[in-house]
């Protein structure tokens, strides 16, 4: 962290990382505090970590098309982004690091089959307002085939869209159980994903729920998910799931 330093906040002042040679400047400004930071590309790298003394990205921290990164371990000291996106990095087997990250905004995790858990994010508590409808902010999981058992982000208490779509492999859903309202919840084509798990303290879903070809997750157990909230939602929107009874 020594000889950190606040960098360019300016509007529009992206920080981009495609190369060795881009990512030794970023690395001798060691800004603390940046605009956004993109990285990408960085074919000659294996591993990227570090990045201790970077607290705070104002727009947006952003890893994507990743050639041959395997392991992602860094930005232990990030407490605030506000939107953190992570897709298309195909040979990513390992996210470490994030631990001091309890705010975001936004969060995507999109095509990324090496990784199975998103634990790296376990001390958030915010995932964006629950009650603003002009941006879409939340928790956004997509296409995330090497995930089985989705569990995690427990102490989150408040966050707007949940979408969970497209994940191949998904058999389960166990997080958030700490959050009591949410904007929306969007689950879409998880073909075997037979649970939602148990959201115990949900109380809210400001916009509403909706909940489509997932054939293997009852139908009576989304219903009961809606029943335990102080009001129903004005949109619900349920097709494509099993009608099997609940024990």
């Given amino acids: 962290m020594e000889g950190a330093q606040d960098c360019n906040l300016d509007e529009d002042s992206w920080i981009r990382v495609n190369s060795v040679e881009d990512l030794a400047s970023v690395c001798e400004d060691a800004c603390e505090q940046m605009y956004s930071l993109y990285f990408s590309d960085l074919r000659e790298m294996e591993q990227l970590t570090g990045f201790s003394w970077v607290k705070r990205v104002e727009v947006s921290l952003n890893i994507s098309g990743l050639r041959n990164v395997h392991t992602l371990r860094g930005f232990d000291n990030l407490e605030f982004s506000n939107v953190v996106v992570l897709e298309n990095n195909f040979r990513l087997k390992t996210i470490e690091g994030f631990g001091a990250l309890k705010e975001v905004n936004y969060l995507e995790l999109e095509q990324m089959d090496g990784i199975d858990t998103i634990q790296a994010f376990d001390n958030l508590e915010f995932m964006g307002p629950a009650g603003d409808f002009s941006d879409s902010f939340g928790f956004f999981l997509t296409s995330m085939d090497g995930i089985i058992h989705l569990e995690g982000l427990h102490k989150v208490r408040e966050a707007g869209i949940v979408a969970i779509q497209y994940n191949e492999n998904l058999e389960s859903?166990?997080?958030?159980?700490?959050?009591?309202?949410?904007?929306?919840?969007?689950?879409?084509?998880?073909?075997?994903?037979?649970?939602?798990?148990?959201?115990?303290?949900?109380?809210?879903?400001?916009?509403?729920?909706?909940?489509?070809?997932?054939?293997?997750?009852?139908?009576?157990?989304?219903?009961?998910l809606i029943d335990q909230l102080e009001e129903r939602p004005e949109n619900v929107e349920l097709s494509g799931l099993s009608d099997a009874p609940c024990d």
């Fill in 173 to 224: 859903i166990d997080i958030m159980d700490s959050v009591e309202e949410i904007r929306s919840l969007s689950i879409r084509d998880n073909p075997k994903l037979s649970s939602l798990g148990e959201w115990p303290n949900l109380r809210r879903a400001h916009w509403g729920i909706e909940v489509h070809d997932t054939p293997n997750l009852r139908r009576c157990e989304v219903e009961a």
